[in-house]
């Protein structure tokens, strides 16, 4: 009994003088720095994106401002300065391991391969990764993309997964790696492409950007199912923590509800459409038991 | 800081069928080669072709080459780059454009848009180029073509190109290399040269550094020895009696 | 085409040509030290110093600035905390700046030694006879006269320097074409931005190089 007591006194006192003193990694650098850089989208709609002006708006960056907060309470900082740094799929996962950001919340699937280079913050969204074509393409699902052009953004879970597909049905399909979303879809409305393979709620948010949205349909039977996280540097427990705090928090106070009803289900920037997206159990069932894992290891 | 160096990463599966990385390298190469040598070609002939008439007397004639040149230099090669992709072919007329969207395949189709880019942007660099090189040989080699009977073409065909191309080797090399590594901004549009190839390899290895510097190296080699080798051709073709230009 | 878009995005496109002129200023400053200090080694009897200056311009020469700058991006922060043991948080712009001006000396470099190169040894051999060190020589004597004479020279790459900017677009960085694209994106007017984004860049490039013609004519006649 005393020994114990003994034990978790010396603990107590280790973790109060811990916090005060031995603050490391990014915790560290935000504190001297007084700035948190924070990576965002360009076109992941309604997730992080540039409706106007730089500063980047979205589903996701309220999740970024969320943890900045807590962040401001961990440090006992009343304000940090926040840098905000553009990142395309292909450069969000070196740019957290270099250190240019600190953590990027925009449309990132956490898998076990991306875990190897970086760690994902509790989940926040549920996708699977599907079609979106002309209605009157007559594209139903991907087996009747058979010798037809497809776009898909490059360094995303989409552009492996139809490569891969390609090569093992021997589909014979032409995939154009474009850099952003709104570049893929740029691919799909010019008519490059007959359909743009991306997650369904990206899809979505490109349709409602669309010169006339009731052209385009989402089809086909999603490829998979992913969970969407924040990214942080990996080997860094303290911010990370610090992190799915934020998010916990953000779930349990209701906070995310009044979220996700201003970008999913209310007019949005910039043309003022309502993407009409309604939660789906997968995001409930996350919010009400937030994990930081990915969706295979579930 | 957690990097995980790997230097035999290029012969490590890419997960797709059978290919290792270093064909991704191989494959991208042999774009960047394509897309350099096709851009040459284009910026030769229409170089050739601006750089003959801003010699002419005729001021029209010369005024739509100094057009060319101007228009062309004065607009960054990544906003030509995106005209060429982006917003010529929406205004091909039909059938051209579904021809040029849907029939060619993706890849053929962004290939036209950079070569079309790569050897407009040139031909206006080798226009000038051909142009010094006219005007740098005496006057009295013109007068005497002419004095011989021969008219402005054949006295062009025959006796000036043949000399202008000789003494302007150098320039030539340097904006040979300059097309070579110009043809990297393929990379921005989504074709698959070495530059795309390596962000690629970057992103699915997670090995950086090793991707970069196999890129930089293979540029580095390339470029050294095509230098060398031009500088040997300059030594064996050089016109007695005339100095050639300087190029850098 | 509708270019009404453009009007609301103009103090956007201010923003962004604002970075790519700072972008500018710093990198033609630095490009020129960096490659006054190299075409100083590449002249110098020291052997070894110049074979380093000559394989540091020819390596750069060599390779795509595309390549530089995303190589750049990715590394420099790695390469700062092998070096330092601490996270620096080195944005798109630093790197791209690094990048710019590492890459800008090379070309610079061979204009400057060129420009050395072209005053008469008799200077140099005088300045020694007035008991002029060689910093003395070079810095009061020979440099002066030879960025004179190379002014035009280095104003040109600059020019080229001003358009190459736009290539920071692969790293995200939103300068003035960056903004432009990014905005076209969003209001699905790409093609109007676009060629706004080119007229702007064709304005400024021209007038500036009709500057530098005149600048040349006037050197030329000052120095006969």
């Not at chain 2, 205004?91 to 053929?108: A, H, N, R, V």
């Not at chain 2, 030539?172 to 990297?184: C, D, H, P």
């Not at chain 3, 040894?121 to 008991?131: D, I, M, R, T």
């Not at chain 3, 060689?134 to 006269?145: K, T």
């Amino acid at each position: 009994m005393k020994k114990s007591l003994l034990v978790s006194l010396a603990i107590a006192s280790l973790f109060s003088t811990a916090q005060a003193a031995e603050l490391t990694g990014t915790l560290k650098k935000i504190k001297e720095s007084g700035t948190v850089v924070l990576g965002h989208r360009d076109s992941s709609i309604p997730f992080s994106y540039l409706a106007d002006g730089s500063k980047p708006v979205g589903f996701s960056v309220d999740i970024a401002n969320a943890i900045i907060d807590e962040v401001k309470k961990e440090l006992g900082l009343p304000a940090i300065k926040v840098q905000y740094n553009l990142v395309t799929s292909q450069t969000r996962i070196p740019l957290v391991q270099n250190g240019t950001v600190d953590v990027e919340c925009g449309s990132t699937t956490n898998n076990i391969e991306r875990q190897q280079q970086v760690a994902f913050t509790n989940g926040f969204f549920k996708i699977g990764t599907r079609l979106l074509t002309k209605k009157t393409s007559g594209i139903k699902d991907f087996a009747d993309l058979a010798g037809k052009n497809l776009v898909t953004t490059a360094g995303t879970t989409s552009e492996r997964q139809i490569k891969k597909l390609n090569e093992e049905k021997k589909l014979g399909m032409n995939i154009i790696s474009a850099k952003d979303h709104g570049e893929s879809f740029l691919m799909l409305e010019s008519g490059r492409a007959v359909a743009f393979m991306m997650d369904d709620v990206l899809l979505a948010g490109e349709m409602a950007k669309a010169k006339n949205p009731a052209d385009w349909a989402i089809v086909g039977t999603p490829q998979s199912s992913e969970i969407y996280g924040c990214m942080v540097r990996k080997d860094d427990p303290a911010f990370k923590a610090v992190a799915d705090r934020a998010l916990v928090n953000f779930f349990k106070s209701g906070r995310v509800n009044a979220s996700y009803t201003k970008w999913f289900q209310q007019p949005i920037p910039p043309k003022g459409l309502n993407m009409n997206f309604t939660m789906s159990e997968g995001l409930k069932a996350l919010i009400a038991k937030p994990t930081d894992k990915s969706a295979e290891q579930m | 800081m957690n990097y995980h160096w790997d230097w035999g990463i290029f012969f490590k599966s890419t997960g797709i069928g059978q290919e290792i990385y270093l064909h991704w390298f191989i494959t991208g190469l042999g774009w960047t080669v394509a897309l350099s040598l096709s851009g040459w070609l284009i910026a030769m002939l229409l170089g050739t072709v601006l750089g003959v008439l801003r010699t002419l007397p005729q001021r029209s004639l010369s005024a739509i080459g100094t057009a060319y040149v101007n228009l062309f230099r004065n607009v960054p090669l990544l906003v030509q780059l995106f005209v060429w992709y982006f917003i010529v072919p929406d205004y091909l007329p039909e059938p051209i454009q579904t021809w040029f969207k849907q029939g060619l395949k993706p890849e053929i189709s962004g290939f036209i848009s950079v070569v079309a880019c790569l050897g407009l942007f040139t031909a206006a660099r080798v226009c000038e180029q051909v142009r010094t090189g006219i005007q740098a040989l005496p006057r009295g080699q013109i007068n005497a073509a002419l004095a011989l009977g021969l008219n402005p073409w054949k006295t062009y065909r025959h006796v000036l190109l043949p000399q202008a191309f000789r003494i302007i080797i150098p320039p030539l090399t340097s904006e040979f290399l300059n097309i070579f590594k110009n043809s990297s901004v393929a990379s921005l549009i989504g074709l698959m040269d070495l530059l795309a190839q390596t962000k690629q390899t970057a992103e699915f290895t997670a090995n950086l550094f090793e991707a970069f510097t196999l890129a930089t190296l293979i540029y580095f080699t390339l470029n050294m020895s095509l230098m060398l080798m031009m500088r040997w051709l300059e030594k064996r073709v050089k016109v007695p009696g005339l100095i050639s230009l300087g190029g850098k | 085409m509708d270019f009404s878009s453009i009007v609301s995005a103009l103090p956007d496109l201010l923003q962004g040509m604002l970075l790519t002129l700072k972008l500018l200023v710093f990198a033609v400053a630095g490009g020129i030290a960096l490659g006054t200090l190299l075409a100083l080694a590449r002249l110098s009897s020291n052997r070894l110093l110049s074979f380093l200056a000559g394989f540091y311009v020819n390596y750069f020469r060599s390779i795509p600035l595309l390549l530089v700058i995303t190589w750049f991006y990715f590394i420099v922060p790695f390469m700062l905390a092998w070096a330092t043991g601490k996270m620096h948080p080195v944005g798109a712009f630093a790197s791209s700046l690094v990048a710019f001006m590492m890459f800008e000396a090379a070309y610079y470099c061979e204009i400057v030694r060129a420009g050395i190169q072209s005053i008469p040894k008799g200077q140099v051999n005088a300045a020694y006879a007035l008991g002029l060190n060689y910093h003395q020589a070079m810095r009061l004597v020979v440099l002066p006269q030879a960025f004179r004479k190379m002014a035009p020279l280095l104003l040109q790459q600059s020019i080229i320097l001003f358009q190459d900017t736009a290539l920071v677009y692969a790293v995200g960085l939103m300068d003035f074409l960056n903004t432009a694209r990014s905005r076209g994106d969003i209001t699905g007017q790409l093609h109007e931005f676009l060629l706004f984004a080119g007229v702007i860049y064709f304005v400024l490039s021209f007038i500036a190089s009709r500057i530098v013609l005149r600048l040349q004519s006037k050197l030329a006649v000052g120095q006969n």
